[in-house]
Structure formats: structure tokens, C-alpha cells
Nanobody, 115 residues
Framework: QVQLVESGGGLVQAGGSLRLSCTAS????????MGWYRQAPGKQRELVAT???????NYANFVKGRFTISRDIAKNTVYLHMNSLKSEDTAVYYC?????????WGQGTQVTVSS
């Protein structure tokens, strides 16, 4: 059972930046992939960015060039650096991890971007 603890959400003005952190209870080398999803009110949860155990990132088109996913292996932590935030980025952001056949989720952290 992988436990994920998120932090770093909050309120920011449009054009601003935030960094989300997700710390796993196990060594992230043992996890196939980690990343971030988000869910806005009335919408389905959607993928934002992922990173594999080999460090390969993948991004949703709507965040390319604005968000960067990174990791600190020594801290078992994955980060989401969010720049040039827009009001449409407002959502609850969930950390995600997969070690087949199981998916794991964090509790979610609110990001609110004011216009």
C-alpha cells in the first residue's frame, strides 16, 4: 500500500506560480509511475502530468510549456511546478501513483487561481 501526501496548494493570482509536492511512503524507484491529476467542479478528473520510474515526463497538452514535473529520489517526492497559471487551472489536484495492478491517490490539494 503506497501512501501519498500532497502539499503546496493555495490561492494565487492569474499569471502566478505554485509548486505542489507529493511524498510517497515508499522509495519511488519501486513505483512504476507517479504524477498529478486534477478535477474542477462539475468536470471529470483529468491527467495533468506524469513521470515514470526512469524519469520520463508526460504532459497534458493544456499545460505544456507552463507546468513541469520533477522528482527528488532521496526525498521520495514528486513536484509539479506550475507557472503562468490561469483561472481555468483552478481545481483539486491529486497525486497519483501506479504499481500494477494498483493505483494510489493522495487526498487532494486545492489550487485556486483568481483572475
Amino acid at each position: 500500500q503506497v501512501q501519498l501526501v500532497e502539499s503546496g496548494g493555495g490561492l494565487v493570482q492569474a499569471g502566478g506560480s505554485l509548486r505542489l509536492s507529493c511524498t510517497a511512503s515508499e522509495r519511488i524507484f519501486s513505483i512504476n509511475a507517479m504524477g498529478w491529476y486534477r478535477q474542477a467542479p462539475g468536470k471529470q478528473r483529468e491527467l495533468v502530468a506524469t513521470i515514470t520510474s526512469m524519469g520520463t515526463p508526460n504532459y497534458a497538452n493544456f499545460v505544456k510549456g507552463r507546468f513541469t514535473i520533477s522528482r527528488d529520489i532521496a526525498k521520495n517526492t514528486v513536484y509539479l511546478h506550475m507557472n503562468s497559471l490561469k483561472s481555468e487551472d483552478t481545481a483539486v489536484y491529486y497525486c497519483w501513483a501506479v504499481r500494477p495492478p494498483n493505483n494510489y491517490w493522495g487526498q487532494g490539494t486545492q489550487v485556486t487561481v483568481s483572475s
